[in-house]
């Protein structure tokens, strides 16, 4: 856990007390069935206290927090037969530099998923003391045998085992990046200030037995721990985290044969490129 204090923001006149950020239990842990391996990720949290001072009657803040990826690797592995990944093809081609993750699109650039956002609308006499809470904590899911789509491509590509219909997963690697910002909208003029900077990274590895027991099949193989969160020097936020696509529009599933040199690509959406 990460304690800081007295953070003052020169951009505007409100100021960041105390920050509080960590992780909770940095072990990964992971289930098996006959679906699939289903991987818990710890959850990721932020505390801050912010300081409005007094407001005149026309003035209105919204404070809450913006979370968006800078890099994604999503790689699963089924055999010799290829590799199914989930990428985002204006990040990966630079494009962009960092893609919003919220889940809805009329809340951007908020995350509210697990996070909480506050409005102080002026007139007040005297300042105000808020805190901003952050969470983040979800589950990946990855099957024992090939998706659909890739499966079919498989077939055409004549790079199918005939085990296919057995567990065929071999192997996960998954690393990703993001920047979380405890932010500022002055409503007036609708800029939006970054008043803390918070980077992690989710970094995982599993070799996969396919024709093992239930229960046995995964090794997770080093980093076995999540390395906690780290308040950097504060950035500004790019404007395609705040108008752009979210990761769900500009997500893509793609198939890489290992037999062919086959690449097939499943995009969610048209995408917005700011």
Request: charged residues 15%.
């Amino acid at each position: 856990m990460t304690t800081l204090s007295n953070v003052n923001i020169v951009d505007c006149n409100l100021s960041v007390p105390s920050v509080e950020i960590g992780i909770d239990k940095p072990k990964i842990k992971w289930t098996e069935n006959v679906a699939g391996l289903h991987i818990y990720i710890p959850s990721i949290y932020a505390k801050c206290q912010v300081e409005v001072p007094s407001l005149a009657e026309e003035d209105e803040w919204t404070i809450g927090w913006v979370q968006a990826m800078t890099a994604f690797l999503a790689d699963n592995t089924y055999g010799q037969s290829g590799v199914s990944s989930r990428e985002v093809p204006m990040l990966r081609s630079g494009q962009v530099n960092a893609i919003n993750i919220c889940s809805n699109k009329g809340e951007q650039p908020w995350f509210t998923k697990n996070g909480n956002k506050k409005l102080v609308c002026g007139p007040t006499s005297s300042s105000t003391l808020l805190e901003i809470k952050f969470s983040d904590q979800f589950i990946i899911d990855v099957p024992w045998d090939l998706p659909h789509y890739c499966k079919e491509a498989a077939m055409d590509d004549n790079a199918i085992d005939e085990v296919l219909s057995e567990p065929y997963l071999s192997g996960i690697y998954h690393n990703q990046s993001f920047i979380v910002w405890l932010a500022a909208r002055n409503q007036q003029s609708s800029q939006l200030f970054p008043l803390v900077t918070v980077k992690w990274n989710l970094i995982f590895h599993f070799e996969v037995c396919p024709f093992q027991r239930l229960g046995k099949r995964a090794k997770q193989m080093p980093p076995l721990f999540l390395q906690s969160p780290q308040v950097a020097q504060n950035e500004a936020i790019p404007q395609s985290v705040i108008t752009g696509s979210l990761y769900n529009e500009a997500v893509s599933t793609v198939w890489r044969s290992q037999t062919c040199n086959t690449v097939i690509s499943k995009p969610n959406s048209k995408c917005q490129i700011m």
